[in-house]
């Protein structure tokens, strides 16, 4: 059974606009929360967390959103670039646990 | 900074060659992990190391082996490779506290 899903395979936007990706997890132990940026070829990195305590994050072009309640999450770049064009994956934590990873959604942003 | 460094960006096997994966990490984390990646299906975790010689099943791990012989290694055996292992192989390490720091991944073939 999926606890981190991501149901938006894809996503195209156009440069400049907001681009906004979307996590749903199942767990309520999950207490911590990360976005990965992934190029073709290249491993994963790490791009922004977001603590359970917390709402909201924000680090430059990037915010990441939580809502407990509906146990979601979402990722806004504002604005979109072309280099941001790539796979994002959700991923969530529970005290020392593992990581567990969404399967990804790929976006495209259009010059 | 931590540098995860896996051995071979690209690797082509044979069917039933054994094939090893190495990944070695500078930063001296206690837990070191083993995913590969394929369309659709997101980031899976194959195996984990909390410690030396300490290794944990993952969630796909048939048709691999892993070897945790040095703190700063983590190794990926594939004992008889097969098609369905044609993939890209990402190597992660972690302390409590920090993001997931990956490799750049390595593109196994399997033909």
């Known amino acids: 059974d999926q606890q981190v899903k991501q149901n938006s395979p894809s996503l195209s936007v156009q440069e400049g606009r907001i681009s906004i990706l979307n996590c749903d997890y199942t767990n309520s132990m999950f207490d911590y929360f990360l976005w990965y940026k992934k190029y073709p070829a290249e491993g994963p990195t790490f791009l922004i967390s977001i603590s359970s305590i917390k709402d909201k994050n924000e680090d430059g072009r990037f915010t990441v959103f939580l809502n407990k309640s509906a146990k979601h999450l979402s990722l806004h770049i504002v604005p979109s670039q072309p280099g941001d064009s790539a796979v994002y994956f959700c991923?969530?934590?529970?005290?020392?646990?593992?990581?567990?990873f969404g399967k990804g959604t790929k976006l495209t942003v259009n010059p | 900074d931590v540098k995860v460094t896996q051995s071979s960006r690209y690797l082509v096997k044979r069917t039933g060659e054994k094939v090893f994966l190495e990944c070695v990490q500078d930063?001296?984390?206690?837990?070191m992990f083993w995913y590969r990646q394929d369309p659709g299906l997101g980031l899976r975790l194959i195996y984990f190391s909390y410690d030396v010689k300490m290794k944990e099943k993952g969630d796909i791990p048939e048709g691999y082996s892993v070897s945790r012989e040095k703190k700063e290694r983590f190794s990926l055996i594939l004992e008889s490779a097969s098609t369905n292992q044609t993939s890209m192989y990402l190597c992660?390490?972690?302390?409590?506290?920090?993001?997931?720091?990956f490799g750049n991944g390595t593109r196994l073939t399997v033909t």
């Open positions: 930063m001296d984390h206690e837990n």
């Open positions: 991923a969530a934590q529970g005290g020392s646990e593992k990581l567990v």
């Open positions: 992660a390490s972690w302390r409590i506290g920090t993001a997931l720091h």
